[in-house]
């Protein structure tokens, strides 16, 4: 029975959730033909048949009303050289966050930052709202990836990057 289950503060939650390791993603809608976007780590695959994943947006979010109007979105998984892009959008408004980085478009006229390891671009498939956030499914469309890089990562409130070599299981 759940009701006898002691509450987990928000506090230990977030807590918790800082030591959850995330690659850093933009997640863009063109709106009125210009690029919106924001950082989230809340980004995740759901199935390959069909191409599909999934991204968590606060209901507060500018970008939240832009999703359900456009119906589409472009996922650009940061490259650890896109450091100061991921510092450009953190801190500047909404109009603004475009202006620093390189993009272009693939299939649904979503923003893809140019030099991410990947862009993904989704139509909308449906969504479900969960609390203060909403969970946006995303049919993929189109995928586009870079040569090689490594992903900007975010652990314990900092960003960060992998160590260079993979490590290799044993026996
Ligand atoms: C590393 C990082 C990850 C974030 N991940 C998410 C996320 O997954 N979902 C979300 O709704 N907000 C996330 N945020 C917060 C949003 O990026 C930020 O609140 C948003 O840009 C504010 O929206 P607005 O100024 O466009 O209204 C994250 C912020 C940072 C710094």
Redesign the pocket.
Known sequence: MAGARPDVSVQEFKMGMRYLAAA?NVVSVIEEGAPRG??????CSVCAEPPMLL????Q????HRSIRETGHFGVSVLDERQFDTACHF?SSA?TERFTLCDWDTLVTGAPAIRGALVNFDCEVESSVDRGT?TIYFGRVVAVRRSESGRPLM?HDGNYACLGPEPLVARG
């Open positions: 850093v924001m950082l989230a780590t809340a980004v991204v968590c947006v606060n507060v979010a500018s970008l953190m909404a956030h975010y």
